[in-house]
DNA sequence: GACAGAAGCTAATGGGATTAGTTACATTCT
DNA sequence: AGAATGTAACTAATCCCATTAGCTTCTGTC
């Protein structure tokens, strides 16, 4: 009966706690309930339920994960910028799974509150900026931004899934593909002249 | 009363196609049950729970992944490989989102059946094998291999999230995507030598 | 034609999500 | 202080899903 001091963000933070402990798909209402002392009702006055629940983490961590970007990147260009992107970009998945793979779940948004979202969107002017410094010109920059932000996602996400084996520790590769990704910035190809037989529309 | 003629692998493509169709996180045993004209309970004769169906269906979907991926590389190399290899990937992400999905989720798949689906192992030995034509030695080879594991399955699940605005044709970036993996795949950068205050202008 | 085994069913239990209606606390106004 | 008001949190109820136990019915075999 006491009150327990519930708002919207209380419950989001506990929520994103809860996820990175268990696991996104594992997040439950009864559990966020449990974790702060309350019934599940009392949740519903908060946020509308497990969906709105599900986007508001995503909408939290893509707000933390920005700024955590923007504090390592600060100051730096070119491959030290990149390192520090890349780097703070995984270091915050692996320490909050459970927000990070929010982001990645294709989950149905208020488009009102994503209006609202910081975190999005600074996301994006980050890797634009940090790129910058590489000289490509549009359309090639979109398509390096899309390229970084793949490999970065992809990588994080095999590696959270356990894709890779244990030949080779993961640290390893991961700082040979930023060394990869560096090189390709710096010389990125020019549109190529049709090839062979197959002619991609 | 009819039987319905249930075996493990058609509850299992049964689950496949209702994954395809209203998303894998979606995926409920009860709805199986329905499309199979059956009760619940009637399931667990063929499999274990969610969990071991879930499993099931990842196996399925790296087993037509390979065969597809197979079927479109085969007699190439170099560029035309890869790119072949890249879409056939793709290609079968974007028909069968339900079943990629399972199998990018880390989820606890029983040893027995793993040690016996080849779709796994067939996957990293294509991968390998479309390598071979860039000559790379390991463990650069190993480092490419995940890079490019990255970079697909990261650009395929952003795009499938809808990460990526409108603002350029995916299908553009994409292409031009491959080009750059080629390019980088030609053009394997060597151990980098430590370097300053990433002052390369 | 009886039997073994499998295929499918009924019934029951336990959780989780969600809603409606209720109680108790805290703030503010007089 | 005492009443009014909004809201925090609760109780109770409903529905859906996962899973198990035990029973029935079909199919093929000897």
Redesign the interface.
């Given at each position: 009966m006491a009150r327990a001091g519930l708002t919207t963000d209380r419950v989001t933070l506990a929520g994103a706690e809860l996820a990175d402990e268990v696991g996104f798909?594992r997040l439950t209402m009864s559990a966020v309930a449990r974790r702060l002392g309350v019934k599940d009702a009392s949740l519903y006055a908060h946020v509308r339920g497990l969906e709105d629940l599900r986007g508001r983490i995503a909408l939290l961590a893509a707000d933390e994960k920005s700024v955590r970007i923007a504090e390592a990147t600060a100051g730096?260009?070119?491959?030290?910028?990149l390192v520090a992107y890349a780097t703070a970009y995984r270091d915050y998945a692996r320490e909050h799974p459970g927000r990070y793979m929010a982001t990645?779940?294709?989950t149905e948004i208020d488009p009102e509150l994503l209006a609202a979202a910081r975190g999005p969107r600074r996301a994006i002017e980050l890797t634009y900026g940090m790129l910058r410094a590489y000289a490509l010109g549009e359309?090639?920059l979109?398509?390096?931004v899309?390229?970084l932000?793949?490999?970065?996602?992809?990588?994080i996400?095999?590696e959270?899934?356990?894709?890779?084996a244990h030949?080779?520790p993961?640290e390893?590769?991961w700082s040979?593909?930023l060394?990869?990704l560096h090189?390709?910035l710096?010389?990125?190809?020019a549109?190529?002249e049709p090839?062979?037989e197959?002619d991609?529309t």
């Open positions: 798909d730096l260009a070119g491959r030290d910028a990645q779940i294709p359309p090639d979109t398509d390096a899309r390229l932000r793949s490999m970065l996602h992809g990588f996400s095999l959270a899934a356990g894709g890779f030949s080779r993961a390893e590769s040979r593909c060394d990869a090189t390709l710096e010389r990125w190809p549109e190529h090839h062979g197959g991609r």
